[in-house]
């Protein structure tokens, strides 16, 4: 809403924190974190906004210091789901939220068989002939589909981290939206 404070972790091209400021306002903030600096520098082109060079586990910020936490398509990279949730809860005033949105394995084998096979086969057929980076692309997509985290995971290790209401949403199986909420 309009005045908040708003840290995209894992901020990446800055997608997630240009929908952020926009829902902010001219009074709220956002605030970009990445671990990679050539994708913080890469951000600039898209984005302005202040940048933190830092991993999520270890979040170089002081207790309460922000109203929302966005994170988009990165929990693969974190090996320690609950810890790194912890550090997301401290960062969070009370009654802050977070949000993550994150690919979703298809749960019926048959439809994530299709999913495969349209995703690693046909499509990148397909984008052979249109050039040879949309078939790693493609490929690339479905290994990260394949390797993402279980919802039940990411749920069970919100709540196991100390937030309140965690939840998954979205309107589509393959990508996912998880809420929750620092107690007050």
């Known amino acids: 809403g309009d005045g908040m404070q708003v840290l995209d972790l894992c901020m990446g091209s800055g997608q997630v924190s240009r929908a952020a400021i926009e829902q902010v306002g001219a009074r709220g903030l956002v605030v970009g974190l990445d671990a990679s600096l050539g994708l913080l520098v890469a951000a600039r082109a898209h984005v302005r906004l202040p940048q ?48 993550i949105i994150e690919f979703a394995k298809p749960s019926q084998p048959f439809t994530a068989g299709l999913l495969r096979l349209y995703l690693k086969h046909v499509v990148p ?47 589509f199986e393959l990508f996912a939206e998880y809420t929750a909420t620092r107690p007050r």
């Open 125 to 171: 057929g397909i984008a052979r002939i249109a050039g040879r980076d949309a078939s790693r692309m493609m490929r690339y997509f479905w290994d990260t589909i394949d390797a993402c985290v279980p919802p039940e995971t990411i749920v069970d290790s919100l709540a196991a981290a100390g937030f309140a209401g965690p939840q998954r949403g979205g309107e």
């Open 52 to 99: 933190v060079h830092a991993y999520v586990e270890r979040l170089p910020i002081a207790d309460a210091s922000f109203d929302a936490l966005t994170m988009g398509y990165a929990l693969r990279h974190v090996a320690d789901l609950v810890g790194t949730f912890r550090e997301y809860l401290r960062v969070l005033r009370p009654g802050g939220r977070v949000l």
